[in-house]
């Protein structure tokens, strides 16, 4: 019984929670997805389209966390979705080279100058024309919902927290944006509840500039603060590099970059397929050997580091796999995820292209299961012993 006739409530030792588990390294989520759109970039087939994005959309619904950076996925999904009625529209509207024997529509055709042959607007509306623009226009779907997938899985934060030191300036700055822009947008929100609460305008010119200049004196007073916070901290500071490994470090920087360029153009072309991947590897490889040295001039720590475990390695040769595989098909039976429009044939699904697709959801199955938002139960308040 405690202090004015109260009955304390019992002192219990401290249950302890959960087993709080590490979450995969946000690189393997980007090396992941970015395989997965490799992989789609090698095919027009649609079946084959859609089981990626299936596979995808399951492991972000299986594995992404509850925080607000992991809704992006589905604006991806309707940015994706967007490009595919755009490219129908234009493909209706504007014609399409692939000739067609299947009218499904003739649309009221406009006369165009002669300046501009080979434009037309309206006219027929054929079915392989719509169904090469469907094929074509689902590529790039999928490569957009394989990044939305990146989005939704990896924070963002513990991303640019593990970038390499050469780009250790780029990434505090990207940082600093994304802290600042919530804040003021709150800020805003803020001052336009209390302008409407003192009875005076919050919208047109007149209220929009008075409301801007208490932001931006918000903003610059924590733009000073943080300078401040930086300084104190030892923020730009840099080693003493000697001149040849500066111009080792651009050379082999800029090398890397132009062959990173290249192989992707490569691999994106059919007369580039053959020498595509030698030259990105080349190129990935000078240009991390590149960032590597640059991180040499930088001096930083790095607060709890991302490990790179081996449910990281499973999470990158699981989309690695797929890629592989997907290029494997690719030269071997261009046919089948490649399926003509002319004459129109039904799209079939080749079996192990499909299986080798399925490896993609080896993430979610080998990496933890989002730790669910716990809510404090509130304290009860003591009950008073009754007379």
């Given at each position: 019984?405690?202090?004015?006739?109260t009955?304390?409530?019992?002192?219990?030792?401290?249950?302890?929670?959960?087993?709080?588990?590490?979450?995969?390294?946000?690189?393997?989520?980007?090396?992941?997805?970015?395989?997965?759109?490799?992989?789609?970039?090698?095919?027009?087939?649609?079946?084959?389209?859609?089981?990626?994005?299936?596979?995808?959309?399951?492991?972000v619904?299986?594995?992404?966390?509850?925080?607000?950076?992991?809704?992006?996925?589905?604006?991806?999904?309707?940015?994706?979705?967007?490009?595919?009625?755009?490219?129908?529209?234009?493909?209706?509207?504007?014609?399409?080279?692939?000739?067609?024997?299947?009218?499904?529509?003739?649309?009221?055709?406009?006369?165009l100058?002669d300046?501009?042959?080979?434009?037309?607007l309206g006219?027929?509306?054929?079915?392989?024309?719509?169904?090469?623009?469907?094929y074509?226009?689902?590529k790039?779907?999928?490569?957009l919902?394989?990044?939305?997938?990146?989005?939704a899985?990896?924070?963002?934060a513990?991303?640019?927290?593990?970038?390499?030191?050469?780009?250790?300036?780029?990434?505090?700055?990207v940082?600093?944006?994304?802290?600042?822009?919530?804040?003021?947008?709150?800020?805003?929100?803020?001052?336009?509840?209390?302008?409407?609460?003192?009875?005076?305008?919050?919208?047109?010119?007149?209220?929009?500039?008075?409301?801007?200049?208490?932001?931006?004196?918000?903003?610059?007073?924590?733009?000073?603060?943080?300078?401040?916070?930086?300084?104190?901290r030892g923020?730009g500071?840099?080693?003493?590099?000697?001149?040849?490994?500066?111009?080792?470090?651009?050379?082999?920087?800029?090398?890397?970059?132009?062959?990173?360029?290249?192989?992707?153009?490569?691999?994106?072309?059919?007369?580039?397929?053959?020498?595509?991947?030698p030259?990105?590897?080349?190129?990935?490889?000078?240009?991390?050997?590149?960032?590597w040295?640059?991180?040499?001039?930088?001096?930083?720590?790095?607060?709890?580091p991302d490990?790179?475990?081996?449910r990281?390695?499973?999470?990158?040769?699981?989309?690695?796999?797929?890629?592989?595989?997907?290029?494997?098909?690719?030269?071997?039976?261009?046919a089948?995820?490649?399926?003509?429009?002319?004459?129109?044939?039904a799209?079939?699904?080749?079996?192990?292209?499909?299986?080798?697709v399925?490896i993609?959801?080896?993430?979610?199955?080998?990496?933890?299961?989002?730790t669910?938002?716990?809510?404090?139960?509130?304290v009860?308040?003591?009950?008073?012993?009754?007379?």
């Open positions: 019984m405690g202090a004015g006739g009955l304390a409530a019992p002192v219990s030792a401290p249950t302890p929670g959960p087993h709080r588990t590490v979450p995969v390294h946000p690189g393997a989520w980007w090396l992941w997805a970015l395989a997965l759109g490799t992989a789609a970039t090698r095919t027009t087939n649609p079946l084959l389209l859609s089981l990626l994005v299936a596979v995808s959309a399951y492991v619904i299986a594995r992404r966390p509850h925080a607000p950076w992991s809704r992006s996925y589905g604006a991806f999904v309707k940015l994706a979705l967007a490009v595919l009625v755009i490219r129908l529209l234009f493909t209706a509207v504007l014609g399409s080279p692939i000739p067609g024997t299947h009218t499904l529509v003739t649309l009221p055709e406009v006369p100058p300046w501009a042959q080979g434009i037309r006219g027929r509306v054929t079915a392989e024309g719509l169904a090469f623009a469907l074509d226009a689902m790039l779907a999928t490569l919902i394989c990044v939305g997938a990146a989005n899985l990896a924070n963002p513990r991303l640019l927290k593990s970038l390499p030191g050469a780009l250790y300036e780029m990434g505090v700055a940082v600093v944006a994304l802290t600042f822009a919530p804040n003021l947008i709150a800020d805003v929100q803020r001052l336009r509840a209390a302008r409407r609460l003192r009875g005076r305008p919050d919208g047109g010119v007149r209220g929009l500039l008075q409301v801007g200049l208490p932001v931006l004196e918000g903003a610059l007073e924590r733009s000073v603060a943080l300078a401040a916070a930086m300084d104190a923020y500071r840099t080693a003493q590099v000697p001149a040849p490994v500066r111009r080792t470090t651009a050379a082999l920087t800029l090398g890397g970059l132009l062959g990173v360029c290249a192989g992707t153009y490569g691999l994106l072309t059919a007369a580039g397929g053959t020498y595509g991947i030259v990105l590897l080349a190129g990935v490889a000078a240009a991390l050997a590149g960032l040295l640059g991180g040499r001039r930088s001096v930083r720590t790095r607060y709890r490990r790179w475990d081996a990281a390695w499973l999470v990158t040769a699981s989309g690695v796999a797929v890629a592989a595989l997907m290029f494997l098909a690719a030269a071997r039976d261009p089948a995820l490649h399926p003509g429009v002319v004459p129109l044939v799209p079939g699904l080749p079996l192990w292209p499909a299986a080798a399925l993609g959801l080896l993430p979610a199955f080998v990496t933890p299961a989002p669910p938002t716990s809510v404090t139960a509130p009860p308040a003591p009950v008073k012993e009754p007379s």
